[in-house]
């Protein structure tokens, strides 16, 4: 009966065409306490993800141009993940300079960023001025920082895979339109000192599919700027 039942949920896929063959992912990271972990990268690297699949499967998103906002002394959102390719831009929402620029990362910095640049953005009313744009080709990490406001910090992950997400307050991150099939999983956060474990989950267009996965390090709270809201409007 199982054999049969198989056989028959292959033929109406088959049937169904490439689009059916796509899964839905929503993906439950948690700290090594436990608790719900925001800011975390979270990369799928589908084995199905080669030439016969065809770009037709890439998400849109990996196409699409990515803002990094300064607002009151904070990079927003404070960690973003793209697909290597992506143009990033730097938009200033505040009301005076920053000047935004790639520093190292993990422990100490020591890990060059994958990009090195320097951003002179005007304030928001200087219009064309208060947006910078930088093509990032290299997969790796950049930690983002500011000449003038010392304490401004976020983190930009460049990703080898156009599947990318990072987790939102509740620990979460959602995918769409993965292939089916066996697709490798990993991690990454900008206060790891080692890699985190990957992990290999089964994709099925037939229903949405939960994962969960756990760091192995709790992270410090994400840091607040010091002037935070003094400047903001
Ligand atoms: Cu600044």
């Known amino acids: 009966m199982m054999r049969r039942m198989k056989t028959l949920s292959c033929l109406l896929l088959a ?43 890439v998400p849109a998103a990996a196409t699409a141009t990515v803002d990094i906002v300064q607002k009151g002394n904070r990079f927003e959102p404070y960690v973003s993940a793209v697909p290597a390719g992506t143009q990033v831009r730097f ?13 190292g990362s993990g422990p100490m910095g ?15 009313q200087a219009g064309d001025k208060a947006i910078g744009s930088v093509v990032f080709d290299t997969p790796g990490s950049i ?23 990072v987790t939102d307050d509740q620990g979460q991150a959602r995918f769409t339109g993965l292939p089916d099939g066996a697709a490798e999983m990993r991690l990454w956060h900008p206060d790891q000192l080692t890699g985190q474990a990957a992990q290999t989950l089964t994709l099925s ?14 992270p410090p ?4 700027p010091r002037a935070k809201g003094e400047y903001e409007f």
């Not at 267009?205 to 709790?218: D, E, I, K, R, T």
């Open 15 to 57: 049937g169904l065409g490439l689009n059916a063959m796509a899964a839905d992912l929503q993906v439950q990271v948690r700290t090594a306490g436990g608790k719900p972990a925001a800011d975390v990268v979270v990369m799928l690297m589908p084995a199905a993800q080669g030439a016969a699949q065809g770009a037709a499967q």
């Open 91 to 103: 938009v200033n929402r505040d009301r005076y300079d920053h000047h935004v620029r790639s520093l």
């Open 110 to 124: 020591a890990v060059p960023p994958a990009k090195s640049f320097e951003l002179r953005l005007g304030p928001v």
């Open 143 to 165: 930690t983002l920082g500011c000449h003038i406001h010392g304490s401004m910090r976020g983190h930009l992950f460049v990703t080898t895979t156009p599947w990318v997400a």
């Open 205 to 218: 267009g037939q229903g949405p599919v939960q994962a969960s996965a756990q760091l192995s390090f709790n």
């Open 221 to 224: 709270r994400r840091p607040t």
